[in-house]
């Protein structure tokens, strides 16, 4: 097979675009569909300071990659979750990378900042562990761009990510959050712009670009993602792309193309700044604040008339099974 672009001998395919590559080619590629998803979308420009989330992982740290080779201002976060010798080894791939790029790092311990870690907060509270997980990478994600500054953030997640989501999202009509997963959302009250620039790549072609640029990322997934209702709904996605390539990329960049806008009105939820932190929120507490409180064992004010915090929490469990939360917002659809 022969190199779509130049014409040497191919080294990868990718079937959804019946095309193949030769390395430097798919290179070319992978920081082409980054650029198109950046300007189709008005993502950023270069003069837009980003930071962007890293996780240590492929695609996060290939997104940083890709961003800072196509000239854009790009500063990496990194969140210490606290999840043992996993964490650990997240936390030095992405300093060895800042490093070896001479790029900023900004690096926040939630136990050193907030007081938990993320094993600790999936014990104690009445969460699952990836919904306090997810609650707090999103929560502090939009903090730091605040606090620093920044005009955007970017995360890694990709195709088969989003079309795992969209899937859950789909079987349980979660039309908020369907309104909500979109490859950009608009700055809000309080809240910058947030993007996910490699949503037109599957996972096989971030790994491969990682792979192809030398990058020394972590492969080993969560220890306590195990059994999570995402990688149901991702083996799902992949035994009908086995049937039919091509059926992932139809659902969710159709969902982009087409179907978002049916979704838009449904996005309605008001914010305001919630009473403990400043954050916006639905409610009068954020959920970060409410879930940390909960974790720590300390008491938030209670608005008057207010409910038990039981049926609350029971409320919020119900939706809280999907990542989704890295772009959901507070869960709480109560008034203030
Ligand atoms: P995940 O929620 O693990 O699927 O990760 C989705 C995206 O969130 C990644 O591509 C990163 O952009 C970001 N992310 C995940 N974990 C971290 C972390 N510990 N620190 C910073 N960013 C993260
Ligand atoms: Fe969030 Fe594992 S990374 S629970
Ligand atoms: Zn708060």
């Known amino acids: 097979m022969k190199c779509r672009r130049c014409g040497a001998q191919a080294a990868i395919e990718v079937r959804r675009h019946n095309a193949a590559f030769c390395e430097g080619c798919f290179v070319h590629h ?10 189709s979308h008005r993502m950023f420009g270069h003069r837009d300071r980003v930071l962007v989330a890293v996780s240590g992982g492929k695609d996060s740290l290939g997104l940083w990659d890709a961003l800072l080779e196509l000239g854009y201002q790009a500063t990496g976060l ?11 080894r997240s936390g030095q791939v992405t300093r060895d990378f ?10 926040v311990d939630l136990r050193e900042r907030y007081g938990y870690d993320i094993p600790t907060g999936g014990r104690k509270g009445s969460r699952s562990t990836c919904a306090v997980c997810g609650l707090s990478k999103r929560y502090v994600f939009n ?8 005009d955007v953030v970017a995360t890694g997640h990709n195709l088969d990510d989003e079309a795992a989501t969209l899937l859950g999202n789909t079987l349980r009509w979660q039309t908020e959050y369907i309104a909500r997963q979109f490859p950009v959302l608009p ?27 030398g990058i020394d990322y972590i492969v080993e997934e969560c220890p306590l993602v ?8 991702k083996d799902a996605m992949n035994a009908l792309e086995a049937g039919s390539p091509g059926t992932k ?14 979704f838009r009105s449904e996005d309605t939820a008001e914010l305001a700044p919630c009473e403990q932190c400043g954050q916006p929120t639905t409610g009068r507490f954020c959920a970060f604040c409410r879930a940390r409180a909960q974790v ?17 929490t029971a409320g919020e469990l119900s939706e809280e099974v999907l990542p989704v939360e890295m772009y959901g917002r507070a869960l709480s659809r109560r008034g203030p």
């Open 226 to 233: 195990a059994g999570n209702t995402q990688l149901k709904y």
């Open 30 to 39: 992978v920081q082409e569909s980054v650029s198109r998803a950046i300007r």
């Open 187 to 213: 700055k809000r009250e309080g809240m910058v712009r947030k993007v996910k620039p490699l949503y037109r790549l599957s996972e096989l072609e971030t790994a491969a670009y990682a792979f192809l640029r």
């Open 78 to 88: 990194y969140l210490g979750l606290g999840i043992g010798e996993y964490s650990d």
């Open 249 to 262: 990329a139809q659902f969710y960049l159709g969902f982009v193309d087409r179907g978002a806008e049916l």
């Open 98 to 107: 800042a490093a070896g790029q001479g790029a900023e790092l900004i690096e």
């Open 143 to 150: 903090r730091e761009a605040v606090d620093h500054g920044f």
């Open 296 to 312: 720590l064992g300390e008491r938030l004010g209670r608005p008057e008339g207010d409910v038990d915090d039981d049926a609350q």
